[in-house]
């Protein structure tokens, strides 16, 4: 049974910093891994999308990266701002096309 | 605007009643998800259908229900039979080939009284 791990469960940082956060996988027979935003009380929002055979994906400030045989994706984000303040998801799409979750990070970007 | 309609954003439910909560979407998806979401926990899946008037069970589809009879409407129904179901449900679809992007609607906070 797929199972995802997103570290750490929160992370604060000062306005600026790069960050990077962490989403692992326990089956690496995956379709592709997705990264959603959510903020409090909303839907999710997709970020990146990586597909099994690609290695990384970029949109703006934000880099995703994809090692499926280790069963480890990053997400990169570039001089942080208070707005990426919400909670990061990864979700990893395999077998039955179902898309299982990790539980999340919570950012904080202080000003 | 293409997208995932889910009504409505709060609703109340009575100890014993059943509720429907509705999800619409205009992106000519064929797959449709229902996740239930409890504070601090990550999204669990309840149903999901990847053609019309077919759909399976997700990991905790115990006291819900779905039905698809149309490519665009996936609702769910919380049964009396659900024990605890004060949560945040959300709903989703995507292209329904294996590599493709899921999109997600706002949201239905349900809350027992």
């Known amino acids: 049974k797929q199972e995802v791990t997103q570290i750490p469960a929160a992370l604060s940082v000062p306005e600026g910093e790069n960050l990077v956060l962490n989403c692992s996988f326990t089956?690496?027979?995956?379709?592709?891994l997705q990264w959603f935003r959510q903020d409090p009380g909303k839907g999710l929002t997709s970020l990146l999308l990586i597909q099994s055979s690609q290695r990384e994906q970029t949109s703006g400030r934000l880099n995703a990266s994809l090692d499926k045989s280790s069963g480890r994706s990053t997400l990169y984000i570039a001089a942080s701002q208070p707005g990426d303040s919400a909670t990061y998801l990864c979700?990893?799409?395999?077998?039955?096309?179902?898309?299982?979750f990790g539980q999340g990070t919570r950012l904080t970007i202080n000003p | 605007d293409g997208g995932i309609t889910q009504s409505p954003k709060y609703l109340f439910r009575k100890e014993g009643q059943n509720v429907t909560l509705s999800c619409e979407q205009n992106?000519?998806?064929?797959?449709m998800y229902w996740y239930r979401q409890d504070p601090g926990q990550g999204l669990r899946l309840i149903y999901y259908s990847q053609i019309v008037n077919d759909f399976q069970k997700g990991d905790i589809a115990e006291g819900y229900s779905v039905s698809r009879e149309k490519k665009e409407s996936f609702p769910l129904t919380v049964t009396s039979a659900q024990k605890n179901p004060t949560a945040f449900y959300l709903c989703a679809s995507s292209r329904g080939l294996p590599s493709t992007e899921a999109f997600f609607g706002q949201g239905t906070r349900l809350t027992v009284v």
């Open positions: 089956d690496s027979a995956i379709y592709n």
């Open positions: 992106l000519n998806h064929d797959a």
């Open positions: 979700a990893v799409k395999s077998g039955a096309q179902k898309l299982v």
